[in-house]
């Protein structure tokens, strides 16, 4: 099969021919239908995530379809459409596995960066972690909800925690990509306003916003018409944590959505007194994903896609960094 491979970090994935996979015990085999591409596989190629396998097949939002079942595997068919997502594997019986909270797993295995991921023709996944993909999504449409969409949902949810959004609830989000483009419906359809913050003079990403709902869109470093109940940060910029707590009212929530975040500058306590409150998401659970995708066909969320043959992911991932367009990129092999 063929396959885009990060052979060493800082440089470019290469195209191979590679041995289809065979699956073990507990593990499908996919062929790859779509895989979208999140900032994290940028971390990941980048070097600011340090410890993927090598060589490795990045890529973690995977819809396949199932094409061989390994020993044990009840929970699927061949010839199934389902999604892979990051979290390709946890311990099942250390203290957070056991809570529900296998995202905090110490041993947890991770789709496209400790497993082969989805820049390929097929792929392996471990059967329990994958999820039933609602039908009324297309391919291209539906690989962006496996990150951006399930883990911008779960930082959702801690933003509105301890009623944080329940008052006025004004959301401010900072950084317009394809987390906070599938965010701002979940919000907008729960009756919350929100504010959409972008790089300074990123116009076609705050005309984005405001084509999805967003009340106000401006730069980073603007104040915004009024304070916010709750911020969500999905750009990886440290400076962007004390100018999200100076923008949120006494009580607020300011929640970091990335996996990596450049450092943080020291701020005044001013900006956290107040019962502010500042913490980060990790990855997902199986239940996020059982939460989130029923919700996404029911609304229905509207993915905004950009298609990549498999051959151009370096491409699509020098796009990302450079902001070149608004929404989702997703590969097609
Ligand atoms: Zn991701
Ligand atoms: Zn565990």
């Known amino acids: 099969m063929r396959a885009m491979i990060l052979e060493r970090q800082r440089q470019p994935l290469v195209m191979r021919d590679v041995a289809l996979p065979r699956p073990g015990a507990g593990e ?46 009840t929970r699927w068919r061949v010839g199934e459409r389902i999604g892979v997502p990051w979290l390709g594997g946890s311990c099942g019986h250390c203290g957070f596995c056991r809570g529900h909270r296998e995202n905090l797993c110490d041993w947890a295995r991770y789709t496209g960066y400790q497993r082969n991921g989805g820049f390929a023709e097929y792929t392996l996944a471990a059967a ?9 999504f297309g391919d291209e449409q539906a690989a962006p909800l496996l990150c951006a969409g399930l883990i911008g949902y779960r930082a959702y949810r801690m933003a509105a925690e301890a009623g944080a959004l329940d008052e006025v609830p004004i959301l401010g989000l900072y950084g317009f990509g394809a987390a906070a483009h599938i965010l701002i419906q979940v919000a907008r359809h729960e009756g919350r306003r929100v504010f959409a913050f972008t790089r300074a003079g990123d116009e076609a990403a705050q005309r984005f916003a405001l084509s999805l709902g967003a009340e106000w869109a401006g730069d980073s470093g603007q104040a915004p018409p009024a304070l916010l109940d709750a911020a969500i940060i999905f750009a990886p910029a440290g ?26 500058p020291a701020f005044s306590y001013d900006l956290l007194w107040g019962e502010r409150s500042l ?34 992911v370096n491409q699509a991932l020098d796009d990302l960094r450079a902001g070149r367009f608004t929404g989702a990129a997703v590969v097609v092999p």
């Open 28 to 73: 499908v085999q996919l062929q790859v239908l779509a895989c979208g591409i999140c900032r994290t596989d940028l971390h990941v190629v980048d070097g600011e995530l340090s410890e993927p396998k090598l060589p490795l097949i990045p890529g973690h939002q995977i819809i396949g379809r199932v094409t061989a079942l390994g020993e044990n595997v």
């Open 128 to 136: 329990d972690y994958c999820f039933p993909i609602p039908e009324m």
């Open 239 to 264: 400076e962007l944590v004390p100018q999200a707590l100076r923008t949120v009212r006494k009580g607020g929530r300011v929640v970091c959505a990335g996996i990596h975040m450049s450092e943080i």
């Open 279 to 312: 913490c980060s998401v990790a990855n997902l659970t199986r239940h996020d994903g059982e939460a989130f995708l029923p919700l996404a066909a029911a609304l229905p969320i509207a993915t905004k896609v950009h298609i990549y043959p498999l051959a151009q």
